[in-house]
């Protein structure tokens, strides 16, 4: 199976801050990299597709970028909503998709 | 409106079953890919099951391989997932997520709201 390491697994920032999120794949998976977003007591959403294409409706401060192995989840500049846990996910082998562990983004 | 509702979540006793539902509305249920995701309290995300879509074929962690059986309905726009012998490991809210499954891409675009599921004696 393919395993998914984000980093880091916590995070502190003030709102107005720049953010990135790693996630690293254990093996190439070209761009079938997935981002979601997940408030406590709620579902994920879908944020980025495809490591760097954005779902509707998700607004512009969220890119992400990446192929390979090596992807990353910017935040341009944070507001109070998007403190939340993102995921990871590749979907490279429909066979078995797997998830990373989460990265919490909490307010400084 | 474009959503997916779960139902079925419950408190069984080890080694027992349970089937969780899964009803899809506003869209055209059949041509997507659909899956089973689960979170166990305080954990990640996993993935379980999914299934295309006339049900020909099936996938699974391995952690639930003979144990689950996901299947659907395309006449009532309903996915389903059979859990038997179940371990105290697979308490979780489990999500029933659409697929988009394309060429260059694949993602998990609509999710419903979860439905617990409690193994303990």
Redo the contacts between chains.
Sequence with gaps: ?IQMTQSPSSLSASVGDRVTITCRASQSIS??L?W?Q?KPG?????LI??AS?L?SGVPSRFSGSGSETDFTLTISSLQPEDFATY?C?Q?YS?????????TRLEIK | EVQVVESGGNLVQPGGSLRLSCAASGFTFNIYWMNWVRQAPGKALEWVANINQDGSEKYYVRSVKGRFTISRDNAKNSLFLQMDNLRAEDTAVYYCARGFYGDYDNFFDIWGQGTLVTVSS
């Design positions: 199976d761009t079938y997935n979601y997940q709620k579902a994920p959403s879908l597709y495809a294409s779902q995921y996910q979907s429909t066979l078995s998709i797997t998830f990373g562990q989460g």
